[in-house]
């Protein structure tokens, strides 16, 4: 027995090498190429890695990290029972709650309204002006904006012409965040729209003349045709932003803030800054920032469990509702493919366009609420 279980391991084991020779030698090129992708991850994000076990050293650089003092969880102890733990995440929480609020959802109506644009030209031109604010320097648009927000500047201009008093907009701490988001949306918006505009043009033109031919106008047919077909893109794209709602982009908090604003202001990644480079705490910053990624991948797989059980549901519901029968999982991927890139075949004979709102909307209702 043991003979021929060790034979079919040699005879897999076989096939294995067999397989991946002939497909290093058929795809040799694409491999090439993906080369640099791999060395790069290798380089700056796995080989760094090793480096975060000063989060539970006492590390001095003279020592060294094999000659430093282990202290096991003393600064993780520190940050969490420290005077700002609560304020650095507080903030951090609130404005990436704010951003999910109010500018994720932005690009997939502009998609959508992009979509809806019949003259190619007007769309084009639409297209190239909503990308053109994500080109432009983040320091360029920081300096900006700390012009506008000046007693002098544009904003207040506006502000005196309304009859209110001027004042520095970016030194009040409860206006920061509306700032910080509402610049954001204005300048990523239209590029965050390209994946969505790319979905929407794989979308089959038959959906849209079967809802057509019930009846529906174009607004009902961008509700409850092109919007579904966004939706697993939507959740990739959801999933990935609540992987890193704790990790705020530092660059423009630390462009735009003062220490007038740091109630409201300072983030996690900017306290890392001052307390490890700044202050040259390097193994208080670094168990921070550990703490900062393993909350985050916690979120990450947290959110992609409870949305594979969201879309899993409105399957069975759906299947309940339209055949009749019991949900298989066995069948699960082909609902997921329906969702994305329209109706199977054998289905199409269901009817239009209210097969098209009954097949999408369930998924999207459990997905949202």
């Not at 790319?198 to 092109?226: C, K, W, Y």
């Not at 579904?228 to 660059?251: A, D, S, Y």
Request: proline share 4%.
């Amino acid at each position: 027995m043991t003979n021929v279980k060790k034979q079919k391991w040699q005879i897999g084991q076989e096939t294995f090498f067999v397989r991946w020779k002939r497909n290093m030698k058929r795809y040799k090129y694409i491999y090439l190429m993906l080369l640099p992708v791999i060395l790069y991850y290798a380089i700056f994000c796995y080989g760094p890695m090793g480096g975060t076990i000063i989060a539970f050293k006492n590390y001095k650089p003279a020592l060294g990290i094999t000659g430093s003092k282990w202290v096991g969880m003393k600064y993780f102890k520190d940050f969490l029972f420290g005077p700002y733990a609560w304020r650095v995440i507080r903030n951090t929480l609130i404005i990436n709650v704010l951003q999910i609020l109010f500018a994720f959802p932005i690009p997939i109506f502009l998609a959508l309204l992009i979509n809806e644009i019949k003259c190619r030209p007007y769309k084009k031109v639409v297209q190239t002006i909503s990308y053109m604010p994500h080109f432009i320097s983040l320091v360029v648009i920081c300096g900006l904006l700390a012009t506008f927000c000046r007693t002098d500047g544009l904003f207040n201009d506006f502000l005196a012409l309304l009859g209110m008093e001027r004042r520095s907009l970016l030194a009040e701490p409860d206006l920061f965040r509306t700032i910080y988001v509402g610049s954001g949306i204005w300048q990523e918006a239209g590029w965050g729209s390209i994946i969505y505009l790319a979905t929407l043009s794989t979308v089959d033109p038959g959906l849209h003349e079967a809802a057509a031919i019930d009846g529906a106008n174009r607004f009902q047919r961008m509700l409850h045709v092109s919007l579904p077909c966004l939706v697993p893109i939507i959740i990739v794209q959801f999933i990935m932003r609540m992987g890193n709602i704790l990790t705020q982009g530092f660059e423009k908090v630390f462009l735009l803030y003062s220490p007038l604003t740091y109630d409201k202001a300072d983030i996690i990644s900017t306290y890392i800054y001052r307390q490890g480079l700044e202050l040259t705490n390097y193994s208080y910053g670094t168990a921070v920032g550990l703490f900062n990624s393993a909350v985050n991948l916690l979120i990450l797989v947290f959110v992609n469990y409870t949305s594979k059980t969201s879309v899993y549901k409105g399957y069975k519901q759906d299947k309940i509702e339209m055949r009749g029968d019991r949900a298989e999982m066995s069948d699960f991927p082909l609902y997921l493919n329906t969702v994305a890139g329209g109706l199977d075949r054998r289905d199409q004979a269901i009817g239009g366009f209210s097969f098209v709102v009954k097949i999408y909307a369930v998924p999207v209702v459990e997905i949202i609420g």
